[in-house]
Structure formats: structure tokens, C-alpha cells
């Protein structure tokens, strides 16, 4: 939350003061997105996107980490990507998250027909070649895809890296 933002801004000043080295509070996938910038090709702008059982992501732009105003910023998890749809955990309807996270994968893959569902993963869903299933990975990467448009066409990012289960089907 925003106090344990603000407490990690103050530990990091608090550091920089004291060893004379700048120091960053950063979410976890905003460091890994900074450290991704510097060593991919020496990228100025950069989001990097992991998608699992949530959503999460880190913003560089011009080798800073973005982290907008509160500390908030990033937050594309519940970013709307489809108005009025599947109920996301944060209370809202048609969050990216609640599409491309596990839960909404699940939902897609049983609404196409998909059995056994309890059980599925990304990686499981997209080696499966019935066509309920083949209909639910169309899905699936329909509404990734929408999330992931709306995240370049908002941040113009030099780089884009996607990790998740699915990047090792």
C-alpha cells in the first residue's frame, strides 16, 4: 500500500544519506524492469510484464523506474480491458488480471468447453489441441493482447518483455 511505499522511500533516503550511494525504492518487478533496461541492449524505455497467477508490471522510461505519483503508478493489473466484464479481485469488472491471470484463463477455458479446468495452467491449456481448447487460446490471447496494445500504445516502450508460464510452452 501507499504507507509501505513511503516507508521504503524513507529507508532508501534514509541509505543514500548514510553510504553516499543513490539509492531507489522500487517495487520488485520495477528493479528487475530497470536492471532488464540496462542490460538488454542498453534500452532507455522498457515495460516488463509478468503474467501468472496475476498481472504485474514494471515501468522504465528514460532509465528511471516509473512509479507515478503516490507510488502507484504500474498498476496495469486493473487496467479495464473489457467493460462489464469477469469480476476482478479488486472489486472492479474486466481487468486485465482478471482475463490474463490464471483465474481468468481457467474462466475462458471452461466457458469454451474446456474440461477439467480446476487443474489448468497456461502451460497445459496451450498444449492441448482439442478445438474447445484451441477456441479458449484464441480467447485467452485475444484479451492478452488487448492488455498488452494498451500498454505500448500508452508507454511507447523501446522494449517490451513478457515472462510468465506461458512464455515456456
Request: proline share 2%.
Amino acid at each position: 500500500g501507499v504507507a509501505a511505499d513511503v516507508a521504503a522511500d524513507a529507508v532508501a533516503a534514509d541509505l543514500q544519506k548514510s553510504t553516499g550511494i543513490r539509492c531507489l525504492s522500487a517495487t520488485l518487478m520495477g528493479a528487475r524492469a530497470l536492471g532488464e533496461a540496462y542490460t538488454a541492449n542498453d534500452v532507455p524505455s522498457l515495460v516488463m510484464l509478468k503474467v501468472d497467477d496475476t498481472v504485474e508490471c514494471g515501468i522504465v522510461i528514460e532509465k528511471k523506474i516509473f512509479t507515478g505519483m503516490h507510488q502507484l503508478g504500474g498498476k496495469l493489473a486493473h487496467m479495464v480491458i473489457n467493460f462489464g466484464g469477469y469480476e476482478c479481485t479488486c472489486g472492479r469488472q474486466g481487468c486485465f488480471e482478471a482475463y490474463a491471470g490464471v483465474a481468468g484463463l481457467k474462466r475462458i477455458a471452461a466457458e469454451a468447453g474446456v474440461q477439467d479446468v480446476e487443474t489448468l495452467t497456461h502451460a497445459t491449456l496451450f498444449g492441448m489441441t482439442t478445438p474447445e481448447a484451441e477456441c479458449a487460446q484464441k480467447t485467452y490471447v485475444k484479451y492478452l493482447a488487448g492488455g498488452i496494445t494498451n500498454i505500448i500504445n500508452l508507454f511507447q516502450p523501446n522494449e517490451l518483455v513478457l515472462e510468465g508460464p506461458f512464455t515456456e510452452v
